[in-house]
């Protein structure tokens, strides 16, 4: 969104009390008043949206137990942390990120892990390989845009794409909480054998058929 500099004439007091208010929101004096200014005319600004996505992601995945979200207001990016049913229970950790301006992408999911076990560094490998395939397959054709990967040390990096209909916030942080449960859910089935490619295939596939909503 394009941002103009406009010259304003405020009463001393009211921009102290804006001022604090803005600190103790993590945000800025302009930013703050763009965003009381828009809720004042009934517009959403995009950081508006972010943020209301991003606090209905927490608020889903607060009673779930498994994924334990963090997300300071103001902020473009949200973190869940998860344990792996692994021997020494390491932990991994998803941030959902999601950007301002106009483009094929909105945002991006990315997984990251610390491990020095070799034995589980392949087999996260062999399943984000999987994951990418099942995807290229089954959700690519669906999309107008392509889906970019990424897997270096320690991390994952999957696209966010505009979704192929107009949503609510609500709708897309529905889809966004589902999506990472289901890629969640079966990481760690993956690696305890208790699934294998095509069961996965197949609860993607049901995931994807009954989505109304494809990123």
Not at 66 to 84: G, I
Not at 179 to 192: A, E, N, Q
């Given at each position: 969104?394009?941002?103009?500099?406009?010259?304003?004439?405020?009463?001393?007091?009211?921009?102290?009390?804006?001022?604090?208010?803005?600190?103790?929101?993590?945000?800025?004096?302009?930013?703050?008043?763009?965003?009381?200014?828009?809720?004042?005319?009934?517009?959403?600004?995009?950081?508006?949206?972010?943020?209301?996505?991003?606090?209905?992601?927490?608020?889903?995945?607060?009673?779930?137990?498994?994924?334990?979200?963090?997300?300071?207001?103001?902020?473009?990016?949200?973190?869940?942390?998860?344990?792996?049913?692994?021997?020494?229970?390491?932990?991994?950790?998803?941030?959902?990120?999601?950007?301002?301006?106009?483009?094929?992408?909105?945002?991006?999911?990315s997984v990251l892990f610390r491990t020095q076990s070799p034995?589980?560094?392949?087999?996260?490998?062999?399943?984000?390989?999987?994951?990418?395939?099942?995807?290229?397959?089954?959700?690519?054709?669906?999309?107008?845009?392509?889906?970019?990967?990424?897997?270096?040390?320690?991390?994952?990096?999957?696209?966010?794409?505009?979704?192929?209909?107009?949503?609510?916030?609500?709708?897309?942080?529905?889809?966004?909480?589902?999506?990472?449960?289901?890629?969640?859910?079966?990481?760690?089935?993956?690696?305890?054998?208790?699934?294998?490619?095509?069961?996965?295939?197949?609860?993607?596939?049901?995931?994807?058929?009954?989505?109304?909503?494809?990123?």
């Amino acid at each position: 969104m394009k941002k103009t500099l406009y010259s304003l004439m405020l009463n001393d007091e009211v921009v102290r009390e804006v001022d604090a208010l803005a600190h103790r929101l993590g945000t800025n004096r302009s930013n703050l008043i763009n965003e009381i200014l828009a809720e004042y005319v009934n517009y959403t600004t995009p950081e508006r949206r972010i943020n209301d996505v991003l606090s209905a992601i927490q608020e889903l995945m607060l009673p779930s137990g498994d994924l334990v979200p963090f997300f300071a207001p103001h902020s473009y990016s949200l973190s869940l942390k998860s344990s792996l049913e692994y021997k020494y229970r390491p932990t991994i950790k998803y941030e959902v990120e999601l950007y301002k301006g106009s483009g094929d992408s909105i945002g991006a999911l990315s997984v990251l892990f610390r491990t020095q076990s070799p034995a589980l560094i392949d087999g996260m490998t062999d399943f984000f390989r999987l994951w990418k395939s099942i995807e290229d397959a089954h959700l690519s054709p669906m999309l107008n845009a392509k889906v970019e990967y990424a897997l270096y040390d320690g991390k994952f990096v999957r696209t966010i794409i505009v979704p192929d209909r107009s949503c609510t916030s609500d709708e897309l942080a529905s889809s966004l909480a589902e999506y990472i449960r289901l890629f969640d859910k079966m990481m760690k089935g993956w690696l305890t054998g208790r699934y294998d490619a095509h069961a996965i295939e197949a609860a993607y596939y049901s995931y994807l058929t009954n989505s109304g909503i494809h990123f």
